[in-house]
């Protein structure tokens, strides 16, 4: 498991099944927009403060970011 992949794409996908978009979110969780397109991008490492403002922006618990896509329970 690359948990830099699964974060980043998580991200994204929760972002996305939102309508938001990556200006939008980063302005919800008090981040710039070039810092939440690295982590989409796998480029970033991240702390665990930013990782609990994105979960917090997502409205979701902090652990489904760190699933890998092909568990089913990313999408419940």
Do not use: P, W
């Amino acid at each position: 498991m690359d948990i830099i992949r699964v974060f980043g794409t998580n991200v994204k996908q929760y972002r996305k099944e939102r309508g938001i978009s990556q200006e939008a979110f980063a302005e919800k969780c008090g981040l710039h927009r070039t810092y939440i397109s690295a982590i989409e991008c796998y480029r970033r490492s991240i702390s665990l403060e930013n990782i609990q403002r994105i979960a917090d922006a997502l409205e979701i618990d902090v652990y489904k970011l760190f699933l890998e896509e092909n568990s089913d329970e990313i999408y419940s």
